[in-house]
């Protein structure tokens, strides 16, 4: 399917829908070409169009990736049960707040959950882990996403745990 959301008008999103919870959608991703590139889970208040990818499912079904890898549930649980999951199927995940800032993510690893915010640390745009923790409030997440290419690759560029300051 493809979404179309209230936050960065234009760009649409793809994936097959995983599970469906009271705030967020998780859905396998889909980039260019109809490869899956892990998963993204979407606010669903920012969502404002949905419409059926046809034939997109069907071609996805003959790759051999397919089906996507199941994950343990947890996006009924709000947005830290999303990060908790995310950090259980890939090494960093990338956060988005773009009520605040457009076109604006971050990369990094959850260190500290509390009621309503995550402590993360962030790998900066020189590809080097930031020094001190960076506070993301819940209700500002608009999208997480976790296991695709571009969070392997900066992953495998920035380096394993030993590297993460905490």
């Known amino acids: 399917m493809s979404v179309t959301r209230t936050v960065v008008r234009g760009v649409e999103r793809h994936g ?29 208040d920012l969502i404002r169009r949905v419409r059926a990818a046809h034939g997109l499912e069907d071609f996805l079904r003959r790759r051999p990736d397919w089906p996507p890898a199941p994950l343990a549930s947890g996006i009924s649980t709000g947005a830290q049960g999303i990060l908790e999951r995310g950090t259980e199927n890939s090494q960093v ?18 260190v500290k959950f509390s009621k309503k915010t995550v402590d993360m640390v962030t790998i900066g745009k020189n590809a080097r882990w930031e020094e001190g923790t960076f506070k993301v409030r819940y209700k500002d997440l608009s999208q997480i996403s976790f296991g695709g290419d571009y969070e392997k690759a900066l992953w495998a560029a920035v380096g394993g745990p030993a590297s993460v300051p905490v």
């Open 16 to 44: 097959v829908v995983q599970e469906i919870g009271e705030e967020w959608v998780l859905m396998a991703a889909v980039r260019d070409g109809g490869y899956l590139n892990g998963y993204m889970a979407l606010r669903l």
């Open 93 to 110: 995940l990338s956060v988005f707040l773009e009520e605040k800032w457009e076109g604006i993510f971050f990369v990094g690893v959850p």
